[in-house]
């Protein structure tokens, strides 16, 4: 019988993502939902007060979120697509697209891959993304409320991740940003599976950072609290390691530049 790290590794090398159930306490994203409702003003017991389709909230530090992204099964989990000592460990979570039901569409579900960083003379610009994820070790999508497919889970391209390191190849060490980038991962990936980002509070999806993702509108009845904030890498990722001591993720961008998968 296969190891379950061998098992997880299978799969995000295949499809991009994992989903860790219970990677976090409920009781500790039902902690974190009470702050994350503060900070929306909105009453949760009022549907009548939540006026807008998304809510945004940035970085939140308090000890609920600090504990959420740090139990143990998550830093085995890093080490084992990161690699050990390749990660630095984070305090906060952000940021929060928190999605309400809502008659008006949102505007920000078009399919993408997250940017990263600034990149020189283009302060005003969305971030960018690199061939080698500047600034970016995994994407997380942290779920501390329940998910299903009625209420707005991300959209996910299963497999997509091996796409993008074609599309990224030509903008070099500067990269481009995620807006610009959004139509030709958009195009590059359109074959794909569809994957839903459903589940309870406590669940987490790691991802690769070049995994294409959208939002949706959100037509159900309950609010959804996500967060999806950066693991950041300690050092940068390598694509041609003399050692041969590739991490998951960097194996994986070789991979989708070898044109398999």
Request: aromatic share 10%; hydrophobic share 40%.
């Amino acid at each position: 019988m296969p190891r379950m790290d061998d098992v997880l590794l299978e799969r995000f090398l295949e499809d991009g993502f994992v989903k860790i159930e219970g990677a976090f306490p409920p009781r500790v994203a039902a902690d974190c939902a009470r702050l994350l409702w503060r900070e929306t003003g909105y009453d949760a017991a009022d549907p009548g007060t939540w006026k807008d389709p998304v809510v945004w909230v940035g970085d939140m530090a308090h000890g609920p979120f600090a504990a959420s992204v740090n139990s143990p099964v998550l830093h085995g989990a890093f080490d084992l697509l990161v690699g050990a000592g390749r990660w630095q460990a984070r305090y906060s979570v952000g940021s929060f697209p928190l999605r309400f039901p809502h008659p008006t569409e949102p505007d920000d579900a078009g399919w993408h891959i997250e940017g990263s960083y600034t990149a020189e003379g283009a302060e005003h610009e969305w971030p960018y993304a690199n061939l080698r994820s500047r600034g970016r070790a995994l994407l997380m999508l942290m779920l501390y409320s329940e998910v299903t497919e009625e209420n707005a889970p991300t959209r996910i391209r299963v497999g997509s991740h091996l796409d993008v390191p074609r599309v990224l190849e030509p903008y070099g060490e500067r990269g481009a940003s995620s807006l610009a980038l959004g139509p030709e991962v958009a195009e590059a990936s359109a074959g794909r599976p569809l994957a839903y980002a459903t589940g309870r509070p406590g669940d987490v999806y790691l991802c690769h950072p070049f995994l294409v993702h959208a939002a949706q509108p959100h037509h159900g009845d309950r609010p959804r609290f996500l967060g999806q904030p950066p693991l950041l890498p300690a050092v940068p990722y390598e694509l041609d390691r003399s050692d041969g001591d590739y991490s998951a993720v960097e194996f994986a961008i070789r991979r989708g530049l070898s044109g398999e998968g």
